[in-house]
């Protein structure tokens, strides 16, 4: 999406409603599209309705042992001053720091990256989130782990001999799957963030990154996306 695409539209329709006692789970069909019918976007999604206690008992997702290995490895500081300046910051920043980078880390030897960042109780989305639930959003978790990507990919060095290198997030018509169970709330400490490089694909104008991911809270591991693809091209 860029600022002179201008409105969008989005069309939502229930298509299943399940309640068990006091949950209840939703499920709906999404289409996105400019006002002048591109397409944007086709997704389906679940939404949940859990009274406060089922939201303290959370167990988070079941563990993987592949992700379970990135998170326990040891980290130090990697130095990522020479392309901060190509991703976000400020508010929209959600990486404190890239502890780990291993450019032939993970199964396929791809790479692998850890970054990590501190929550702040007062941070300005636990306000913005819906009405009474005070919890980071959804789509700041998975920009986070764009993010991560991201520096992998230009710490990989990907975008040598490019005159203008641009992101795009999510990658124009790749697949993209996120699975939940958990949030991050202002009494938590850190979050935790892992992605692992699964393929490379060359591209006249560049490349296609496809990565796989976690996020933990406080060492629950509570997000995974996979396939999760960002495309680095040259808009030079």
Aim: aromatic share 10%.
């Amino acid at each position: 999406m860029q600022p002179e695409d201008g409105t969008l539209v989005v069309e939502s329709e229930l298509t299943a409603f399940s309640r068990v006692g006091p949950m209840t789970i939703v499920t709906f069909a999404v289409v996105m599209t400019l006002a002048s019918g591109e397409p944007v976007l086709e997704l389906t999604t679940q939404f949940g309705f859990f009274p406060a206690a089922a939201l303290v008992r959370q167990a988070g997702l079941p563990a993987k042992p592949h992700f379970s290995a990135a998170f326990d490895l040891p980290g130090e500081t990697v130095k990522t001053g020479k392309i901060e300046k190509r991703l976000a910051g400020g508010k929209m920043r959600m990486l404190d720091e890239v502890d780990y980078f291993d450019p032939t880390g993970g199964e396929a030897g791809l790479g692998l990256i850890r970054g990590r960042q501190a929550v702040d109780p007062n941070a300005w989305y636990f306000k913005a989130h819906f009405y009474q639930d005070p919890v980071q959003p959804g789509s700041l978790g998975l920009d986070a782990l764009a993010q991560l990507l991201a520096r992998a990919i230009l710490l990989k060095g990907l975008d040598k001999g490019m005159s203008n290198p641009h992101f795009e997030t999510i990658a124009t018509a790749a697949p993209f799957k996120w699975s939940y169970r958990g949030q991050v709330t202002p009494d938590k400490k850190e979050v935790v963030t892992v992605m692992e490089i699964v393929s490379l694909e060359p591209r006249e104008t560049g490349w296609l990154v496809t990565a796989r991911g976690s996020l933990w809270r406080d060492g629950l591991r509570v997000y995974e996306v996979g396939p999760y693809s960002l495309a680095l091209v040259d808009k030079g």
